[in-house]
């Protein structure tokens, strides 16, 4: 932060001073404005005051003119969302403390098990928590919050587990503990659905759809929002490539300090500054001014539901109609066009918002965790996250359609379900070749891979059937059969319909999305990512059949030689 804070910032004075003992420590730091006569304000009582342009004009000059040491000196990177996002959700599981009879159901090793093994945990397992760090203390509550980092490598977030513990035992920050037996008493998703179904009473976390009654009763909606909890670890698991720098890491409406007179404004709080991606602390505002700027009115929680779920969509424009959807959203909408404006120059794509989208919605349902929120602040995080989720994919509306006041609802395209995954051809007869057969599933065995190769009527294709029942279950097996003419696109799409099958319809629902509406599906790199992803630990069985025709399409090669890089003992 002394190094690279923006020009007038709260600025840091030499290093922290730390108490005899190291458990505390003191930061003294500086800043210019305001006055004695003339008290500094925060950004959220600035809004109030000034109003919605007003507010505007100062992000834009700590984010175009102070910001240049930041989030401005940027550079690409791909990551899996949860490695920057996780830590705005709440913990991965609440449990707790047990005595070490019976045996644990599940033992967790630091360092070795990653939040991927906690998806299928539920309430009342014990688990065994194994070097697990202390990192957090909650002494009104008595409770402690554990921490592991993941497995060295794997792109996920460290493992988060709120225990409740016994009040005669002392931890210390930072302190590993050997071994920990607990039992779960609510997992990450049991706590976002409580919260959820308090803000909108009837909540069905089972539902793809997202059904607002103050939305649907109106013939809207012109686009149709989803359960953002639904498919929230596939979310998580996206892998996105966008701009990295410096970045605030805690930016709110207080953290932000405003010269009344002179607009001139400054940072404060310093503690989760770090490199990250530079979209973080806009959309971190974003959630701020949606739970704290948009105010309550006469017309009740549900009509606000449904102001906020045509203020997502009117946002979702190439060019924001000057017009609010809503009088009673005029001063939040004026402010958030000059977010979404800022957020612009971030992007890796100025038309391509699911970057921002993805991250903004994580935000949103992290928010249901705050006990601060009022149960309509949380409807209101809850309806943008859902509507936000609807707009993934969809490419932003022209001007023509843009204002959802004036403009008819336009169609929704219905996205078909996946068809039945093609099985491998059924064999009138196959006799022997037993140690073909052996040999081929010890190479799967031994390195996850297997080329049959042979002149054309060889039976290559009655011997990878037959090997497929030696190794696999029937719903475990991945069969496509290569044509003259097939390139990337067939592969692609009939895996994510595979994956959608099986219950991973991310890709599935992005795909056929954009041909419905004749969008633009992602580049080949992406869409790479997107399948090695899902298909990580899935413990499928991909067969491709009749390679031969298609081995001179360097796409399809490009893909085939990701795949290999996911598989154990592979070599390029």
């Known amino acids: 932060v002394l190094q690279r804070s923006p020009q007038n910032t709260a600025r840091l004075r030499g290093a922290p001073i730390l108490s005899d003992d190291g458990a505390l420590s003191l930061l003294i730091y500086t800043f210019a404005g305001g006055s004695a006569q003339q008290p500094s304000t925060s950004l959220h009582d600035y809004f109030n005051n000034e109003g919605g342009g007003a507010t505007a004009a100062v992000l834009n000059r700590v984010f175009r003119v102070y910001g240049r040491h930041w989030w401005a000196v940027n550079r690409p990177r791909k990551f899996v969302l949860a490695e920057e996002y996780d830590r705005l959700l709440p913990v991965h599981l609440q449990a707790v403390w047990t005595e070490d009879d019976p045996p644990a159901d599940l033992v967790l090793q630091a360092s070795e098990a990653s939040a991927i093994d906690l998806r299928d945990v539920v309430v009342g397992t014990r688990i065994e928590l194994r070097g697990f760090r202390v990192s957090a203390l909650d002494e009104g509550e008595d409770r402690v919050r554990l921490t592991a980092e993941p497995p060295w490598g794997e792109a996920s977030a460290p493992i988060r587990v709120r225990v409740a513990r016994m009040r005669d035992v002392k931890y210390e920050i930072d302190e590993p503990l050997s071994s920990i037996c607990v039992e779960v008493n609510a997992t990450r998703l049991d706590m976002l659905c409580a919260a959820a179904g308090a803000a909108l009473p009837g909540f069905r976390p089972a539902d793809r759809d997202f059904a607002l009654p103050g939305v649907n009763a109106l013939g809207e909606p012109q686009v149709q ?3 953002p909890l639904y498919g929230l670890d596939a979310l998580m698991d996206r892998v996105i490539e966008a701009r990295f720098s410096t970045i ?22 310093f503690s989760d500054t770090r490199i990250g991606p530079s979209l973080f602390d806009l959309q971190r505002l974003e959630v ?8 309550a009115d006469e017309e009740g929680d549900l009509s606000m539901a449904a102001a906020v779920y045509r203020l997502m969509v009117a946002l979702h424009s190439d060019a924001p109609s000057s017009v609010a959807p809503g009088p009673s959203l005029e001063e939040p909408y004026e402010l958030l066009v000059g977010l979404r404006r800022l957020a612009r120059q971030y992007l890796m794509d100025d038309l391509e918002w699911d970057e921002y989208y993805c991250g903004l919605i994580v935000a949103l349902v992290g928010a249901l965790k705050f006990d601060e929120l009022t149960n309509l602040d949380r409807l209101l995080a809850l309806t943008a996250a859902a509507t936000l989720s609807g707009l993934l994919g969809r490419p932003p509306f022209t001007a023509a359609t843009a204002s959802i006041s004036d403009a008819p609802p336009m169609p929704v395209p219905s996205v078909p379900a ?11 007869e196959f006799v022997g070749r037993t140690a073909e057969l052996t040999v081929y599933a010890d190479r799967l065995e031994a390195n996850g891979v297997g080329v049959i190769s042979g002149m054309a009527g060889v039976g ?19 069969w496509h059969s290569f044509h003259a003419g097939d390139g990337l696109n067939s592969v692609v799409w009939n895996l994510a319909a595979f994956l959608a099958w099986h219950g ?17 599906p992602p580049q080949s790199d992406t869409l790479f990512d997107y399948l090695l992803q899902l298909l990580r630990d899935r413990d ?15 796409m399809v090669a490009r893909l085939i030689e990701r795949l290999l890089q996911i598989l154990p003992g592979s070599q390029l």
Request: aromatic residues 8%; hydrophobic residues 40%.
């Open 288 to 295: 701020q001014i949606v739970t704290k700027l948009i105010t």
């Open 418 to 428: 996946p068809p039945e995954p093609v099985r491998p051809p059924k064999l009138q």
């Open 248 to 269: 605030h890491g805690d930016l709110n409406l207080q953290n932000i300090l405003v010269d009344r007179p002179t607009g001139f404004a400054w940072l404060i709080d």
């Open 504 to 520: 991973h319809d991310d890709l599935w629902l992005m795909l056929e999305t954009a041909r419905l509406s004749s969008g633009i």
């Open 225 to 227: 929002p989803r359960n």
């Open 540 to 554: 499928y069985l991909l067969c491709f059949d009749d390679f031969h025709l298609a081995d001179d399409d360097p």
């Open 460 to 478: 290559k294709t009655a011997l990878a059937t037959v090997l497929t029942e030696w190794v696999a279950q029937p719903e475990q097996i991945f």
